[in-house]
């Protein structure tokens, strides 16, 4: 069935992701992020089969369990990783690609009552930081980085770190390197798409404003300095 071998390659990525699991074991006995997702799987198998009371009957006692509330009609790819995974809510018409990593706290939710398409759509080698908000149905691209508490309401283009509240782009990675679409470069891989290099996009235009302001103040003295000497 494909479910199951959806859910054999997301059991297999939780040992690449999370540092804390250290054996298979560990993963089927303690890994609540797992068995959310692995729950999801046969909950959309059942949705698109038609059984569609079932799958919100067990997506309503795997919530109960894993505190990850994730609609069955959600399209997900391949080894989607949710860590720390309480407090997670994925609404119905939500997607996304392969390799998505989500922490705990994130919320993939609407901003109509409207009938069709209002939940994000979540590209590939996405990364959601803990507590952030992405609203609406608006795009996330390839190789993301959604910031810890970040509230986004537009589009983030590809290769781009996006924090704060509104989220603002930070960074945008060089176009030309290669992506990790496993998660394997260690140096590029940010848990919560956070680090101490990110600079507050307020105080860098600000710190910008300052430095114009400075160059504006030279400029005025010197204009002074000639009209007297004329």
Same mark, same amino acid.
């Given at each position: 069935?494909?479910?199951? &071998?959806?859910?054999?390659?997301?059991?297999?990525?939780?040992? $690449?992701?999370?540092?804390?699991?250290?054996?298979?074991?560990?993963? !089927?006995?303690?890994?609540?992020?797992?068995?959310?997702?692995?729950?999801?799987?046969?909950?959309?198998? !059942?949705?698109?089969?038609?059984?569609?009371? !079932?799958?919100?009957?067990?997506?309503?006692?795997?919530?109960?369990?894993?505190?990850?509330?994730?609609?069955?009609?959600? $399209?997900?790819?391949?080894?989607?990783?949710?860590? =720390?995974?309480?407090?997670?809510?994925?609404?119905?018409?939500?997607?996304?690609?392969?390799?998505?990593?989500?922490?705990?706290?994130?919320?993939?939710?609407?901003? #109509?009552?409207?009938?069709?398409?209002?939940?994000?759509?979540?590209?590939?080698?996405?990364?959601?930081?803990?507590?952030?908000?992405?609203?609406?149905?608006?795009?996330?691209?390839?190789?993301?980085? *959604?910031? #810890?508490?970040?509230?986004?309401?537009?589009?983030?283009?590809?290769?781009?770190?996006?924090?704060?509240?509104?989220?603002?782009?930070? #960074?945008?990675?060089? $176009?030309?390197?290669?992506?990790? =679409?496993?998660?394997?470069?260690?140096?590029?891989?940010?848990?919560?798409? &956070?680090?101490?290099? *990110?600079?507050?996009?307020?105080?860098?235009? !600000? #710190?910008?404003?300052?430095?114009?302001?400075?160059?504006?103040? $030279?400029?005025?003295?010197?204009?002074?300095? &000639? &009209?007297?000497?004329?």
């Amino acid at each position: 069935m494909i479910w199951f &071998q959806r859910v054999k390659e997301d059991f297999a990525v939780v040992k $690449e992701r999370d540092p804390a699991t250290k054996s298979s074991f560990a993963v !089927l006995t303690l890994h609540t992020g797992f068995w959310a997702v692995a729950s999801y799987r046969l909950q959309h198998a !059942l949705w698109v089969s038609g059984w569609r009371w !079932l799958a919100r009957l067990l997506a309503n006692m795997s919530r109960w369990v894993t505190g990850v509330e994730i609609h069955p009609a959600v $399209e997900a790819g391949h080894r989607l990783f949710i860590d =720390h995974g309480m407090g997670i809510v994925i609404g119905e018409t939500a997607e996304l690609g392969d390799d998505v990593s989500i922490y705990q706290g994130v919320t993939l939710g609407g901003t #109509s009552w409207a009938q069709h398409k209002r939940h994000p759509t979540i590209g590939s080698d996405v990364i959601i930081g803990a507590g952030a908000k992405v609203l609406g149905a608006i795009t996330v691209a390839d190789h993301a980085r *959604i910031g #810890s508490n970040a509230v986004v309401v537009k589009d983030v283009p590809t290769r781009t770190t996006v924090v704060g509240i509104p989220a603002k782009a930070v #960074s945008a990675a060089n $176009e030309h390197r290669e992506p990790s =679409h496993r998660h394997e470069d260690c140096d590029r891989f940010e848990a919560y798409a &956070q680090s101490n290099d *990110i600079a507050d996009p307020v105080m860098t235009a !600000l #710190s910008k404003l300052n430095d114009r302001i400075c160059v504006l103040e $030279e400029e005025n003295e010197r204009l002074k300095r &000639q &009209q007297r000497n004329d």
